[in-house]
C-alpha cells in the first residue's frame, strides 16, 4: 500500500528526497511502521529493555538534577517515544525514592502510535498526559526535564556526497516501475569528497527543545546511536530483526540513521545553552553507579547473578551498546549541570 503511496508522489513530484521517503515509510498516518506497529522491539532491542537499572540510572540523574534546581514545587517531565513505556517506568521508581519529586512531577509522552498509549499507560501507573509532538506540550512556567532514548535516530535525514566539487543528493525515484535509489546532481559545490547526512526534522525539533529550555529553564538528554563528528552514510533497515533493504517491507521494517551529535549540539550552542556531552554510554552508565546497582540487584536475586552480568555487559562493552551508543545533555541555565558527564 505505501508503495503505490510513494510512487504516485514520485510520478506527480519526480524523485523523493529520502527524508520524504523516510517520512512516508515510518510516520504516514495509516501505513507509517511508527504508526502501526502493535507494539515495538520485534525489530530491535534498546537499553531499557535489557536492564531496568538503565531507567533507574536515568531516574537518579533526574534527580541530582531535581535536587542542583532547589526541589521546584512543580517539574514537566516528558519523554520523546516512550516505546513500551519501560524506561519511563523504571525511572519514576527512582523518582518515588523522593516525596517531593514525585508529587513535583507531571509526565508527558510524545508518541505517535496510537496503539503503543494502551502498553505505556499499563507499564506505568502515574499520571500521563500523551501528544503526537513536542509542539503541542502546552508551555508552563515550570522547569523541564526533557528525555529522548532511540528516538532522534528514527527520524528521517537526507544524504549528500560531494564529488569531484559537485554535490548529489540521494533521492527516491521509479525505474521499470521498482523503487530505487538514485542520486541527482544539485549544484557545484568546493569542497573535499564526502558523504553526509542531515536531519531536517531532528534540526527543528532541537531548536523546539532549546526555546522551551530557555523559556522554562530545564535540561534535555539525548541517548541514541550516533557520531560526533564525521560523515558517512548510516541508514539502516531492520526488518524481522535482520538487515534488510530499505525499498523493501516499506511500513513493515524499521529505517534508522546514526545520530549527528555534532550538529545538534552545535544549535544548542548558537543558541545560548549548556551542552555536556556526547560521551559513550558505557562512560555515562557508569558515572552514574552502573556497577553498585548491579553488584546489589546481585545480592538481593542471587538466582539473576548471570542475567545481571550478561545485560550490563550489553549496555556498556565497547563491542555492544557502550560506544555506539551516546549520550548528550543540553541544559539552562548552562551554570547548573547535570550529572553523569564528569571525567
Ligand atoms: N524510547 C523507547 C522506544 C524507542 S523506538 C525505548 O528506548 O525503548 C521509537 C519510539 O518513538 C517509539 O515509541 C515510536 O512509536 C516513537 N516515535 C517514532 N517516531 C516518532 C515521532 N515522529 N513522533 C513521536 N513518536 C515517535
Not at 500523551?130 to 528525555?147: A, F, G, K, Q, Y
Not at 555515562?284 to 552480568?309: V, W
Amino acid at each position: 500500500m505505501l508503495e503505490s503511496i510513494i510512487a504516485r508522489e514520485i510520478h506527480e513530484k519526480g524523485p523523493l528526497s529520502q527524508s520524504r521517503f523516510m517520512e512516508l515509510a515510518l510516520q504516514h498516518p495509516l501505513y507509517g511502521y511508527y504508526r502501526s506497529q502493535e507494539s515495538v522491539g520485534q525489530d530491535f532491542t534498546t537499553s531499557p529493555e535489557i536492564s531496568q537499572v538503565f531507567g533507574e540510572l536515568i531516574g537518579a540523574w533526574a534527580l541530582d538534577y531535581y535536587l542542583k534546581l532547589n526541589q521546584p514545587k512543580e517539574v514537566s517531565l516528558i519523554e520523546l517515544g516512550p516505546g513500551k513505556g519501560t524506561l519511563m517506568a523504571d525511572f519514576l521508581r527512582t523518582v518515588r525514592l523522593s516525596k517531593f519529586f514525585s508529587e513535583a512531577t507531571n509526565v508527558t509522552l510524545v508518541e505517535i502510535n496510537p496503539l503503543l498509549k494502551a502498553v505505556q499507560r499499563e507499564a506505568i501507573k502515574f499520571p500521563t498526559t500523551w501528544v503526537e509532538r513536542l509542539e503541542d506540550v502546552p508551555n508552563h512556567s515550570c522547569p523541564l526535564i526533557i528525555l529522548a532514548n532511540e528516538f532522534f535516530d528514527a527520524l528521517p535525514c537526507n544524504c549528500y556526497t560531494r564529488k569531484d566539487n559537485v554535490l548529489y543528493e540521494r533521492r527516491v525515484g521509479i525505474q521499470e516501475g521498482k523503487l530505487i535509489f538514485t542520486p541527482i546532481m544539485l549544484n557545484e559545490s568546493q569542497g573535499p569528497d564526502q558523504t553526509w547526512e542531515e536531519s531536517p526534522l531532528a534540526i527543528i525539533l532541537i531548536h523546539e527543545i532549546c526555546t522551551r529550555l530557555l523559556n522554562q529553564m530545564g535540561v534535555f538528554l539525548c541517548i541514541d546511536y550516533g557520531y560526533k563528528e564525521g560523515s558517512g552514510d548510516s541508514l539502516q533497515t531492520l526488518f524481522k530483526g535482520e538487515p534488510s533493504n530499505p525499498l523493501a517491507h516499506i511500513g513493515r521494517s524499521d529505517l534508522t540513521c546514526h545520530v549527528n551529535f555534532g550538529q545538534l549540539k552545535e544549535v544548542a550552542l548558537s543558541r545560548g545553552l549548556g551542552t555536556l556531552g556526547p560521551l559513550s554510554q558505557r562512560q555515562f552508565l557508569k558515572t552514574m553507579g552502573l556497577d553498585m546497582r548491579i553488584e546489589m540487584l546481585k545480592r538481593e536475586n542471587p538466582s539473576q547473578k548471570t542475567n545481571l552480568e550478561v545485560a550490563a555487559t550489553r549496555l556498556t562493552h565497547p563491542q555492544q551498546m557502550g560506544t555506539l551508543f551516546k549520550v548528550m545533555a543540553v541544559f539552562s541555565p548552562p551554570t547548573i549541570k547535570p550529572a553523569g558527564f564528569e571525567e
